[in-house]
């Protein structure tokens, strides 16, 4: 077969052998990635805890092998060009079958990493005691946890990032599995003066004259909450929004408005400065459930946690 190489670009063993030849490694498949994510060399050395030097040598030898530029260059920042497009989703894939690789060479249902993450609106009320019961019965196991919004942990849970998500409904539920934990009530919060406090039975229509406190629009529980009130024609007037929970809590103490707090929040708040008030008739609530990607090797140990999330979500619903 005249002429015909195995090697990429019509290479030879003596290119393997040149010093001028590197062939395309893991860890610059990782480099590139990174780069890619955070489009900046800077940022990307300083999470990959090399010199920005020898990132940009690692990328160029890349580029070099591709025979493609990868990365349109800027005075702060890179973008992908169409060649790093296609590159990256590839290098994605092979970077996501050699961590499943290693994982089940690895899997003796005990020891491992387990990714999870929660919205900000579960993470620290319903996060921390299951981390330390879990932890008790498999002391070997290496638990990162992350916290933030609906929509990145879809994205990375889709990108095979993250191992369990916890999440509210609804979520898009394409290239992932979604199973329902619970359902919780969102409780009407008021100042402890307010009037509405003194009143036996609170509606909806009780609260549509006052102002609402709510979390920023990249919170699913505002959606939550605005939904609930427009499907009984009342559209909720937010005078103020934040990005914490615990933010809207002290607000409305404070006696800037109302608003709904899901019930692991109210049962871990002791603070007399304001109350808490189940709606009369249909109230809000909100589902909880865990995501994960059914299309990466799960291991032992991430089964177990998923029942031990079962379980812990079981005795977790208020009665």
């Known amino acids: 077969m005249v002429g015909f190489s195995p090697f990429p670009g019509g290479k030879n063993w003596n290119d393997y052998a040149s010093e001028s030849f590197y062939p395309m490694d893991m860890d610059q498949l990782a480099h590139f990635q990174c780069v890619a994510d955070l489009k900046n060399f800077t940022h990307a050395a300083d999470r990959l805890s090399i010199s920005q030097p020898a990132l940009s040598r690692s990328i160029q030898r890349l580029e070099e092998e591709v025979g493609q ?28 079958i050699l961590e499943d690789c290693k994982a089940e060479i690895c899997d003796d249902g005990q020891s491992g990493r387990i990714r999870i993450a929660a919205i900000p609106t579960i993470a620290p009320f319903f996060l921390p005691n299951l981390l330390r ?3 008790d ?26 191992d369990v998500a916890i999440v509210a409904l609804p979520v898009p539920s394409r290239y992932v599995e ?7 009530e969102l409780s009407l919060v008021l100042p402890r003066n307010h009037p509405l406090a003194k009143k036996k039975q609170i509606r909806i229509g009780d609260v549509e004259d006052y102002p609402f406190v ?13 939904s609930y009130c427009r499907q009984r024609s009342i559209q909720p ?22 608003s709904f707090i899901p019930e692991m929040a109210k049962q871990l708040d ?25 299309y990466r090797f799960q291991s032992r140990l991430l089964r177990e946690f998923r029942d031990h999330l079962r379980d812990y979500s079981e005795a977790f619903v208020p009665k």
Request: proline share 4%.
């Open 137 to 162: 019965a498999f002391p070997k196991a290496n638990l990162m946890v992350q916290e933030h919004t609906t929509d990145n942990l879809m994205r990375r849970c889709k990108q095979g990032e993250l």
């Open 270 to 294: 002791r603070t007399r400065r304001r109350v808490y008030r189940s709606l009369h008739g249909t109230v809000p609530t909100r589902t909880i459930a865990a995501v994960w990607n059914p």
């Open 69 to 96: 530029p990868l990365f349109e260059r800027k005075p702060r920042s890179v973008d992908l060009t169409d060649a790093g497009r296609l590159f990256q989703s590839r290098a994605e894939q092979i970077l996501l």
């Open 133 to 135: 019961t879990f932890s």
């Open 178 to 184: 979604v199973e329902e934990l619970f359902e919780e």
């Open 237 to 258: 007037v937010a005078v103020e929004r934040t990005s914490q929970l615990v933010m809207v809590q002290e607000l409305v103490s404070l006696g800037h408005g109302v």
């Open 214 to 226: 709510l979390l920023d629009e990249a919170h699913c529980l505002s959606d939550s909450i605005t």
